[in-house]
T-cell receptor, first 111, second 111 residues
């Protein structure tokens, strides 16, 4: 298995633009998580899904952030409009019987 | 919000020495997990200890859990340069794989 796959690895955009981050979880995993990591705030859980259904989105910072999981093999995290304070590394992780596995992350820079 | 707090924030040791990292948390938990993160990569699961366990071993790793003090420690014995990474504790207070991560300890092992 290729593990959790995130794209893009790096994203540089200008303030006000829409940003879409993508994640392909490990096949068979029924939980999917989106985390954000910054030096100041550490690793924060934004939202997680169980069987494609959002369970807890209390970590989503603002209405500018939205996440979807249209099927078991794909999820997106969208920021619209983006702001410089959204600059961070965004991780997707999926969980199954053998635990939680992280993707390599998307480094987002909003100028 | 972060549940766990690791200390020290940073640790620098010589190859061959043991490294001990501590984690404190605030609420009751089902289990506590330790993860490693190499620079520029996602987190990798190291070990899980359940709330009814006091100690667990995995290779050169030893984890203890004291639920009365709400604290855990991770010991890496006979450290190697390849152990250089950030180490995070994460607590699971629910049965839904929802993990809350601490701020992490940066470990540097000098060869």
């Amino acid at each position: 298995d290729a593990g959790v796959i995130q794209s893009p690895r790096h994203e540089v955009t200008e303030m006000g633009q829409e940003v879409t981050l993508r994640c392909k979880p490990i096949s068979g995993h029924d939980y999917l998580f989106w985390y954000r990591q910054t030096m100041m705030r550490g690793l924060e859980l934004l939202i997680y899904f169980n069987n494609n259904v959002p369970i807890d989105d209390s970590g989503m910072p603002e209405d500018r952030f939205s996440a979807k999981m249209p099927n078991a093999s794909f999820s997106t995290l969208k920021i619209q409009p983006s702001e410089p304070r959204d600059s961070a590394v965004y991780f997707c992780a999926s969980a199954g019987a053998r635990g939680l596995f992280f993707g390599s992350g998307t480094q987002l820079s909003v100028l | 919000s972060q549940q766990g707090e690791e200390d020290p924030q940073a640790l620098s040791i010589q190859e061959g020495e043991n490294a001990t990292m501590n984690c404190s948390y605030k609420t009751s938990i089902n289990n506590l997990q330790w993860y490693r993160q190499n620079s520029g990569r996602g987190l990798v699961h190291l070990i899980l200890i359940r709330s009814n366990e006091r100690e667990k071993h995995s290779g050169r790793l030893r984890v203890t859990l004291d639920t009365s003090k709400k604290s855990s420690s991770l010991l890496i014995t006979a450290s190697r340069a390849a152990d250089t990474a950030s180490y995070f504790c994460a607590t699971d207070a629910t049965h839904g794989n929802k993990l809350v991560f601490g701020a992490g300890t940066i470990l540097r092992v000098k060869s």
